[in-house]
């Protein structure tokens, strides 16, 4: 017997899609985007066959610094008046083990759309919740490297290397209620 698709929607106040960078080549700069929106359909209780759509809007985003995220939206990083939006759609899921995946997708920044693979660990279903609901979480991270979507803005340091590194990590805490 074939089960119906369950569909998904984020839990906003209990989702984080956050990123880190280094800066100057000695620590973490973090941020996160406050506004995104997607769906998430799959037939299965371990969410082993999800299908994942992410719209994630660029001008939501916060480094809690209000002249880096200026910056950020500048045509030098995102070009986030001309490309408003990264977009995320799941294209398999791995299973790795019990509650663990491989999820791959394509990602599309800058008009540009590359395969990416991110970690997944499935925390788990609570059946309900205080106020009735059924939800689900995960913990979802990975790396890109952020000139593969044309990226490439830095700058030289006095003192060696730059200022902004490549690779991006990506760490999102997800929470996700069933519609």
């Given at each position: ?46 969410f082993?066959?999800a299908e994942?759509?992410l ?33 995320f ?10 509650n ?80």
């Open positions: 017997m074939i089960q119906e698709a369950v569909k998904w929607t984020f839990e906003p106040s209990h989702c984080k899609i956050g990123f880190s960078i280094t800066h100057f080549g000695i620590s973490e700069t973090e941020g996160f985007f406050r506004k995104f929106d997607g769906t998430i359909s799959t037939e299965t209780d371990d082993s066959d994942i759509e719209i994630i809007d660029v001008n939501s985003i916060d480094t809690q610094d209000k002249d880096r995220d200026n910056h950020l939206r500048s045509a030098d990083f995102f070009n986030a008046e001309q490309f408003s939006n990264i977009y759609k799941s294209t398999r899921m791995e299973i790795i083990k019990a663990q995946y491989k999820m791959y997708g394509d990602l599309s920044m800058l008009g540009i759309t590359k395969q990416i693979a991110l970690n997944v660990d499935f925390g788990g279903i609570v059946k309900k919740d205080p106020f009735g609901n059924t939800k689900a979480g995960f913990l979802i991270t990975g790396k890109i490297n952020r000139k593969d979507w044309g990226i490439v803005w830095n700058t030289s340091l006095d003192f060696g290397g730059v200022a902004v590194g490549e690779i991006v990590k990506i760490k999102c805490h997800i929470e996700l209620l069933r519609s």
